[in-house]
């Protein structure tokens, strides 16, 4: 079995913007507010943390800083991918040189490729990383979905280390275990599938929710992890409500708002990304009480 890169519940973090950048300050606290709380990842520069928008030089600060400020706490894990296999190669040894504990490489969106081109493509930037990969299959996204039978031959490269699963179907999330064993780690990319995925053998969660319940996510895995199956499905279910309006408009729109009602930030996305529907924030605040957080209008 290769090394796990984390187990438990890893935040999909988000990038607090200002009208001239990155908000540093206001991302050092959202990070430090993750560690206080007891995540035990960060994903940066991600879908939720707008990879895909920030320039080559944010994307390397962004990095480097998140880094910095998790201070061997817990793994850092860099968003990385792109559908040009050249860009990707280049913006993971980007992420390596910053210190990134492994690179989250997603499926090419638009130009898409095949089935035995998803296999080069991730081989080729998996040859040019010096930390793990964990690769990410997002359909509903990018148009393409990596079958497990694609996962399982990737799973024999050295530095493919997980793939986080957000197709969605937990029939595909079985069939990923079966074909892959113990060759490569499972992680949830659904926030509402984390306790169905642990059932069938996964190692935890890349979570958008954790990014306003942090404790509360790392807690469903920790529970499950120790036995407790019936109060880790009775947490999730508990956030259920949250976790679907979190998706009620594209990530990261409302997290952007939630993070901004905690006081995290201003509620600023870059375009093509605009922010939440008013009735739509309406809701998640109000699911946003119910679990006991305090949030401003």
């Not at 113990?182 to 990014?211: E, F, K, W």
């Not at 529907?277 to 699911?287: C, P, S, T």
Request: glycine fraction near 10%; hydrophobic fraction near 45%.
């Amino acid at each position: 079995m290769k090394n796990t890169v984390f187990t438990g519940a890893g935040t999909a973090i988000i990038t607090p913007f200002t009208g001239n950048g990155v908000d540093w300050e206001t991302f050092g606290r959202l990070i430090d507010f993750q560690l206080a709380e007891g995540i035990n990842a960060i994903v940066a520069a991600g879908t939720t943390g707008e990879g895909s928008t920030l320039t080559a030089k944010e994307h390397e600060e962004v990095i480097a800083f998140t880094v910095r400020r998790a201070a061997g706490k817990v793994p850092v894990i860099a968003g990385a991918g792109s559908n040009d296999t050249a860009r990707a190669i280049e913006a993971t040894k980007t992420a390596c040189a910053a210190g990134a504990d492994a690179v989250l490489l997603v499926t090419p969106h638009y130009n898409k490729t095949t089935q035995r081109g998803l296999i080069a493509h991730f081989s080729a930037i998996a040859d040019a990383s010096t930390v793990p990969c964990i690769l990410y299959n997002v359909p509903s996204r990018t148009g393409l979905n990596m079958l497990p039978e694609t996962l399982s031959v990737l799973a024999d490269h050295p530095r493919i280390a997980a793939v986080k699963e957000a197709c969605g179907n937990i029939s595909q999330v079985a069939k990923d275990i079966l074909l892959c064993g113990d060759r490569i780690d499972i992680y949830s990319g659904c926030d509402d599938q984390i306790v169905p995925t642990l059932s069938l053998g996964g190692r935890g969660i890349i979570s958008v929710i954790a990014n306003v319940l942090p404790g509360k996510t790392a807690e469903i895995c920790r529970r499950f992890f120790a036995g407790d199956i019936r109060g880790a499905a009775e947490l999730q279910l508990s956030m259920l409500n949250l976790m679907n309006q979190l998706m009620i408009e594209t990530n990261p729109i409302p997290a952007k708002a939630a993070c901004a009602a905690m006081g995290f930030g201003e509620n600023k996305l870059r375009l093509p990304l605009v922010p939440m529907e008013e009735g739509n924030r309406k809701k998640l605040l109000q699911y946003m009480r119910e679990l006991g957080l305090e949030v401003k209008e």
